[in-house]
Nanobody, 125 residues
Framework: VQLQASGGGLVQAGGSLRLSCAASGRTLSTYYMGWFRQAPGKEREFVAA????????SYVDSVKGRFTISRDHAKNTVFLQMSSLKPEDTAVYYC???????????????????WGQGTQVTVSS
């Protein structure tokens, strides 16, 4: 499967953006999906994850209550709705997937074997 992330841009603090991760080549319905981000000079960090059916989600503490991960099987797409954005949310955001064979919502990037290219999110103060 190939993943294509989009929806990034420049937004003022307090604003919102919705990122999309569209899949081609294979259905995403068999994958557990996640969003990661990487700021300049920093390690790529976990942001959010979602189970196959979307019934379970997980978030890093810094985005809880502000970001929402969701998925639409009909569109073969995963979303990250970001609200109340802060300058510290500025990063390149990546979507990623893994088979979910053991049913875990992983926050370790090494657990994910399929990655899309990133989309830049810049939050100005």
């Amino acid at each position: 499967v190939q993943l294509q992330a989009s929806g990034g841009g420049l937004v003022q603090a307090g604003g919102s953006l919705r990122l999309s991760c569209a899949a081609s080549g294979r259905t995403l319905s068999t994958y557990y999906m996640g969003w990661f981000r990487q700021a300049p000079g920093k390690e790529r960090e976990f942001v959010a994850a979602i189970s196959r059916r979307g019934k379970r989600t997980s978030y890093v503490d810094s985005v809880k209550g502000r970001f929402t991960i969701s998925r639409d099987h009909a569109k073969n797409t995963v979303f990250l709705q970001m609200s109340s954005l802060k300058p510290e949310d500025t990063a390149v955001y990546y979507c990623a997937g893994h088979s979910g064979i053991d049913g875990e919502l992983y926050d370790q990037k090494a657990r994910y074997d399929t990655w899309g290219q990133g989309t830049q999110v810049t939050v100005s103060s």
